[in-house]
């Protein structure tokens, strides 16, 4: 009887972080490049001695990378990627990675992100440009030309993300692995005013946000009846003294 407590509380435990994850793709399924987080759950056997007691484990987090959908902006600094790349961008906690292409021009020139954080190119510096020339023009590799002269480039970069990462924000992320610039321009390339939606399916993940709520209810429902039970057993043995 107490197993079935633990393995339900293991159940609850993992079922709560897979509310949260869908929580917070709900909440950017309108986010500028965001890429939703999924969860992968395991098994795990304990041996009692009696039975093999079987658990979830909490579960490990992972990005799905299929590419969000396109929107034409027909602004000249408004990049999108199509393929497996990120922008890299300087913040005052570190570098950050990012499919957010809202890139604006400040007045000394440099190219900045939505927050305002230099966007880098790929040795990883700030990008500069001439705040008096018309508006760059953008190379499928990245590169940035005005006036007919190239003048550096966008930085595309690759990351292996199954060692692990963090999120710096809806915008963003800090892989564990340090990214590498993309040397291969033809497995993926920028594509200039146009931006890419979320890759977060709408319809799907309120439709699975219903089933794992159900389901954590469910699971609330059988541990009050396993409680219940505990609580008539010890009364019954109680009475028999």
Do not use: C, H
């Amino acid at each position: 009887m107490q197993g079935s407590l633990y393995v339900a509380i293991s159940s609850q435990v993992a079922l709560e972080r897979r509310l949260s994850t869908l929580a917070d793709n709900v909440a950017n399924v309108n986010t500028t490049g965001f890429r939703a987080t999924e969860i992968k759950f395991n098994e795990v056997l304990a041996d009692t001695g009696v039975a093999d007691v079987s658990f979830v484990n909490q579960g490990k987090e992972f990005l799905n990378t299929k590419n969000g959908g396109l929107k034409i902006t027909g602004n000249q600094l408004d990049f999108a990627i199509r393929g497996d790349a990120w922008f890299m961008i300087e913040t005052p906690t570190g570098n950050m990675l990012t499919r957010d292409g809202r890139f604006t021009i400040t007045d000394n020139g440099a190219l900045v992100n939505i927050d305002g954080y230099p966007v880098l190119d790929p040795g990883e510096a700030p990008i500069q440009l001439d705040p008096g020339a018309p508006a760059p023009k953008v190379g499928r590799d990245g590169g940035l030309t005005q006036d007919g002269f190239r003048i550096g480039a966008v930085g595309l970069f690759q990351a292996d993300l199954s060692q692990g990462y963090q999120r710096k924000s809806s915008l963003g992320i800090a892989p564990v692995v340090r990214p590498e610039p993309l040397i291969d321009a033809g497995s993926a390339g920028l594509l200039q005013g146009y931006l890419e939606e979320s890759n977060v399916n709408a319809i799907g993940e309120m439709s699975n946000l219903i089933m794992v709520s159900r389901a954590f209810e469910n699971v609330s429902a059988m541990m009050r009846s396993t409680e219940d039970s505990f609580k008539e057993a010890i009364r019954t043995l109680g009475s028999g003294r």
